[in-house]
């Protein structure tokens, strides 16, 4: 049996509805080297009994990091997920993104030493969040824009993150004004460069955590590459309660000093330095 190559790290806290739905999503991947490992923020039994009853069911190894709910620690949980992880390259995401059947293979063609990848994901309406079944992952057919536009998508520039092949993804890759940024919800990167890193500052909550990351891996001296319309999710809405103006605040006095004092490595992270 080979080692494992690729570690999928998905967030989640209290959503084993739109979980389940991810690991789905993973379960039909065509590049199959890889492990799922679980970052749950301190969700009650019911996501565990999930994870229990789907390790059953699904090809890939699943790794379940919890820790007790003590408001929003993602970055803490992320932490441990990172240095539990077994892949050499880690793909970051979350527990209420789908990710379409190339995904995987998209991150691991593009990736590159000295470099991390930047994705984005495409926002689904709830109406049809709640309506994609199992069936519908597994066929693929909840990411044919014809499929999505039957049960209620409006026409969009932003479809063609769906529907974007060949060169005009190429082209949309490179002239998006979006800026290639660590985006936990869709971006990847060698460990070594996240250990290097110090991993999450764990000081920080909900808004540019992940950004931060990706501002000290420029520090450090790597690039991004823009895969925005190659590697595919479908983003399953939800509430936001857990956001508060002073979590964003002080994020970005944090990123302040990331960014003027250039720092390569956070003290708060996986080890306290």
């Given at each position: 049996m080979q080692p494992i190559d690729t570690s999928v790290i998905i967030s989640t806290y209290n959503n084993p509805k739109w979980l389940e739905k991810v690991l789905w999503s993973f379960d039909?991947?065509?590049y199959q080297n890889f492990e799922v490992v679980i970052a749950d923020d301190g969700s009650n039994n019911e996501t565990a009994e999930l994870?229990?009853?789907?390790?059953?069911k699904v090809n890939f190894p699943i790794q379940h990091i919890w820790h007790e709910d003590n408001g929003f620690q993602k970055t803490i949980i992320l932490n441990k997920a990172t240095v539990a992880s077994k892949g050499n390259y880690l793909v970051y995401t979350d527990g209420d993104c789908m990710a379409r059947n190339d995904f995987l293979q998209v991150h691991i063609n593009k990736r590159e030493i000295g470099?991390?990848?930047s994705g984005g994901y495409f926002k689904l309406p709830m109406d049809i969040s709640k309506l994609i079944s199992e069936d519908d992952i597994k066929t693929q057919r909840c990411f044919d824009i014809d499929w999505l536009?039957?049960?209620?998508?409006?026409?969009?520039?932003?479809n063609n993150k769906i529907t974007a092949k060949g060169l005009k993804q190429k082209l949309l890759n490179a002239l998006t004004p979006t800026t290639a940024t660590w985006n936990g919800h869709n971006a990847s990167g060698y460990k070594t460069?996240?250990?290097?890193?110090?991993?999450?500052d764990e000081r920080m909550q909900y808004g540019g955590e992940d950004r931060e990351l990706g501002e000290r891996l420029f520090n450090a001296g790597l690039n991004a590459k823009q895969v925005r319309y190659s590697a595919i999710c479908l983003h399953l809405d939800h509430e936001r309660g857990y956001v508060k103006p002073e979590m964003i605040e002080r994020n970005l006095k944090i990123r302040a000093t990331t960014?003027?004092?250039?720092?390569t490595k956070t003290p708060f992270g996986i080890v306290k330095l």
């Open positions: 039909v991947q065509t994870i229990t009853s789907i390790r059953e470099y991390f990848l536009k039957t049960h209620g998508l409006k026409s969009s520039f932003k460069d996240i250990i290097d890193a110090n991993g999450y960014k003027n004092d250039k720092l």
